[in-house]
């Protein structure tokens, strides 16, 4: 349940930060660089990142997460349009406007040039394609503005990246099939004293010490290796899914400026 409540919570954080970006002048959803939907592809993004962010730390996403989040990012589009649309005005000279100057777009006297009126539909349909709307926006407007369709698969498209950018540099966890590994980095030692630390470490995780909260507080304060061109980076990675916790290390060297991360196959 709380993955849905982070879901909607990031949608209508979107929304509400596209409808303040509209009432400053900027309609920031309809902007596009060339033919890809820029605006739409970023508000996409952020209205599915809460429910990836919650998901992260529970399990490895599936195709119905993929599923809901694309449903979520058609309800932005739509609430936002719905926005769009209620805080448009046409002022005395024929421009659009958000800040309530003139009439509204939908009043019955606001008439296009093929007589027709303007309802949310017609709005959301022909704003930025029909010729006969196009005459009541500025060109800087219009110029980057792209197709309706276009703009739909931006806030789709946007919406199913966020998983894949947030499980790039995520490990898939060796002892269930759902779950994931985090990880956190515990401290830098030089290679010779790896395996003293390595044994060290798994005598206080397996014993339940005491002193391992106190003993890596000890090792990031008195260890600097920052700038050392050989160094081997401990770190704890756990699977919030069956709980299974290992050590793992990534060995730096000159030669290799992001190595792999090996993981112990003992559990701590």
């Known amino acids: 349940m709380m993955k849905y409540i982070w879901g909607l919570v990031s949608v209508v954080g979107t929304v509400l930060i596209s409808s ?38 529970k399990r490895k996403w599936q195709v119905g997460d993929l599923v809901f989040v694309s449903f979520t990012s058609l309800l932005t589009f739509i609430s936002i349009f ?33 007589g027709q009126q303007v309802d949310f539909f017609s709005f959301m349909n022909n704003l930025y394609t029909d010729r006969n709307f196009q005459h009541l926006i500025p060109v800087d407007q219009v110029l980057i503005v792209p197709a309706l369709w276009v703009e739909v698969a ?12 947030l499980s790039a540099n995520v490990y ?45 507080i000890e090792k990031q304060m008195t260890t600097d290796l920052r700038h050392s061109t050989n160094k081997v980076t401990i770190y704890n990675i756990a699977c919030h899914t069956c709980s299974t916790r290992h050590l793992a290390a990534r060995h730096y060297t000159t030669e290799k400026d992001a190595p792999p991360l090996k993981v112990e196959s003992e559990q701590i």
Request: aromatic share 16%.
């Open 20 to 57: 303040l970006l509209l009432l400053l002048g900027s309609p920031v959803h309809s902007f596009a660089v060339w033919v890809f939907p820029l605006g739409a592809f970023i508000l996409g993004l952020l209205s599915s990142l809460g429910y990836f962010i919650y998901l992260r730390k």
């Open 82 to 114: 719905f926005i769009h649309f209620q805080a448009t005005f046409i002022s005395d000279h024929g421009f659009i406007n958000y800040f309530g100057d003139g009439t509204h777009i939908s009043d019955p006297s606001v008439v296009l040039m093929a």
């Open 154 to 165: 931006g806030y789709v498209a946007g919406a199913l990246a966020i998983p894949f950018l």
């Open 172 to 216: 898939k966890c060796k002892s269930c099939t759902p779950g994931y590994y985090s990880t956190t980095k515990l401290f830098d030692v030089l290679p010779e004293e790896y395996e003293k630390e390595r044994a060290i470490l798994h005598h206080l995780y397996q014993s339940n010490s005491s002193e391992l909260s106190s003993y890596l």
